[in-house]
């Protein structure tokens, strides 16, 4: 990801799309003769999605940390300019 992206975006850029793949993704797997059931899939897809869902807010909340710490950087970088003058 790109420093300059808005933070609001990180924990959104992955949408339900990307849900829609992975539950198809199970339905094929498991037509194709997979031993383990749906409900088992489904639950572990779930689980996965809130997992991913954590980690991107997490992203995000560091992300804007960087921006800020980047924000103080600058600010501080013109005063010492502004003091050496």
């Known amino acids: 990801s790109t420093a300059n992206a808005p933070e609001d975006d990180a924990p959104n850029r992955y949408s339900r799309t990307d849900r829609t793949t992975y539950g198809r993704y199970s339905r094929d797997s498991n037509s194709s003769g997979s031993s383990v059931p749906s409900n088992a899939l489904e639950k572990?897809?779930?689980?996965?999605?809130?997992?991913l869902a954590k980690e991107r807010q997490e992203n995000a909340r560091l992300m804007k940390m960087t921006q800020d710490k980047e924000?103080?950087?600058g600010k501080l970088k013109e005063e010492i300019d502004l003091l050496n003058r």
């Open 44 to 51: 572990r897809i779930e689980e996965l999605e809130r997992e």
């Open 71 to 73: 924000e103080l950087i």
